[in-house]
């Protein structure tokens, strides 16, 4: 039976995340969306994940702005983003009327798909951005986070699947950010859970183990309905499988994607480009290229692999990097076994950056560790042992609720804590409810520029205006204007 498979394209997001921690700036991106869009991709996912970060943080980007581009050049193609449930994408839970504004504003600047996943596949972290999703019209995928070890075995994805599906989500998305899945298992459980919800599957797989492209193929097999890919310049390594391979691949077969490889190249030439200036600027570390299977022991996403990487060289500790990777999944087991993606990926990276460091394990303690242990991230998909709880927490108080519910409404206060003279559109009470500081000095970076633009503008008026002076001839003052 044939059955076409759809194409979500990461180039936009998440290639570029994994590869070179999410520094592509939209200048970069501007000589291809008109091309992108004409392609027939499922969707472009461009937008959310650490994007929102990086933009404020590193690029004086506005986030909303860049949105707004791209849905300008982009008008024939879904867009979708990348929405860590209660966390949004800061890095701690919101309250209700915070997410609600801004999946309002993420849906009203361009977004049609939102993929929401939670680090700890808490279900409760989920229901408030299913719902606010589908009341704005938009198309709310779930993303389950997807790992190995005890607990993690095909009942429990299809129990977290029918619960996906019972919350209302329009879609399901495998989201396997570390190249965890193997060919075979992935078969097992795509046909599982087809057998087991009515809504689509699409598949999410990193080639960091060098699995995902027959990982993405034995999913196809099994009945997976959209698979994600990058375009090949920014394709392997820690990053997706390349997208020209698999439409390749596919092509007169059943599964045939319909899309255009010579158009596909068309846009591959623009891309290299890219990744040759990344790889001589240095943004692009060869490493992040290669396939490394010891992620399957280590069980390492790319972004948190590139993150590490650049945590130990500023620590002037490059040379501990194998030390860090061994100790990541004793950490994770001590926390509950949390699948590791942003931000439990960081939470676990960091600490296990710190035990090594510092040369005793828990000597130094981050407070979003202690706080993920508390749960105030949510459930852990094991219980935590009593006493490591206590050594990490002390007396401080353990959740057990839905931490948002322990959040008092705080759009209202974010908004009178922000300068109006900063504010130029209502989504920047969104910037600075995740990243406050960050988005305060973007803030002051725009303003200044703005003053700037304006004085120039000031200047030239002057300069066209007409020239008036006086001339002394002979003893006499002449009034002199030149048009």
Request: proline share 4%; with cysteine; hydrophobic share 40%.
């Amino acid at each position: 039976m044939a059955k076409k498979i759809g194409i979500t394209e990461t180039v936009l997001r998440d290639a570029h995340q994994s590869l070179i921690a999410t520094r592509m700036t939209i200048e970069d991106m501007l000589p291809m969306l008109e091309q992108l869009d004409s392609i027939g991709f499922h969707s472009l996912e461009c937008w959310g994940g650490a994007t929102f970060d990086a933009c404020l943080r590193f690029l004086n980007e506005d986030p909303w702005q860049r949105l707004r581009t791209i849905r300008e050049k982009c008008p024939n193609t879904k867009l979708q983003m990348l929405f860590r449930g209660q966390n949004m994408l800061g890095y701690r839970h919101y309250a209700d009327d915070v997410l609600e504004y801004f999946v309002q504003r993420s849906v009203a600047n361009g977004i049609d798909i939102m993929r929401i996943f939670d680090a700890l596949n808490d279900i409760r972290n989920l229901e408030t951005a299913i719902k606010s999703c589908k009341k704005e019209g938009g198309h709310a995928q779930v993303a389950i986070s997807y790992t190995t070890g005890p607990v993690f075995d095909i009942p429990y994805y299809v129990d977290y699947a029918k619960r996906i599906e019972s919350a209302g989500a329009d879609s399901i998305c495998i989201k396997d950010m570390a190249g965890l899945l193997t060919p075979y298992g992935t078969y097992d459980l795509v046909k599982a859970l087809k057998e087991n919800v009515k809504i689509p599957i699409q598949l999410h797989s990193h080639y960091t183990s060098g699995l995902a492209s027959m990982v993405l193929l034995k999913g196809i097999e099994a009945g997976a309905d959209v698979v994600d890919t990058a375009m090949s310049p920014l394709a392997l390594g820690t990053s997706h499988p390349a997208t020209e391979s698999m439409v390749a691949a596919l092509k007169d077969t059943p599964y045939d994607t319909g899309l255009d490889l010579v158009a596909l190249s068309k846009i591959r030439e623009y891309v290299d480009t890219l990744r040759t200036k990344y790889l001589e600027s240095g943004l692009l570390n060869p490493k992040m290229l290669a396939v490394d299977a010891k992620t399957l022991i280590y069980q390492v996403p790319g972004g948190m692999l590139s993150n590490l990487v650049s945590q130990l060289a500023q620590a002037g500790k490059s040379d501990k990097f194998e030390e860090v990777l061994a100790e990541v999944p004793r950490v994770r087991k001590d926390a509950g076994y949390p699948p590791l993606v942003t931000p439990s990926s960081q939470i676990v990276g960091t600490q296990a950056v710190f035990n090594i460091i510092t040369g005793e394990r828990y000597k130094m303690v981050t407070k979003e560790f202690k706080d993920l242990v508390a749960g105030k991230y949510g459930r852990t998909p094991i219980e935590i042992d009593p006493k490591f709880r206590e050594k990490i927490c002390g007396e401080s108080e353990i959740i057990t609720c839905r931490p948002a519910d322990l959040i008092e409404p705080e759009l209202d206060k974010l908004r009178g804590e922000l300068d109006i003279k900063y504010v130029t559109q209502e989504e920047d009470v969104l910037s600075y409810a995740q990243f406050d500081q960050v988005a305060m000095k973007f803030f002051e970076h725009r303003l200044a520029q703005e003053n700037k633009k304006e004085s120039a503008e000031e200047s030239d008026v002057n300069t066209d205006a007409p020239a008036n002076f006086t001339v002394t001839i002979n003893g006499k003052a002449f009034d002199v204007s030149i048009e």
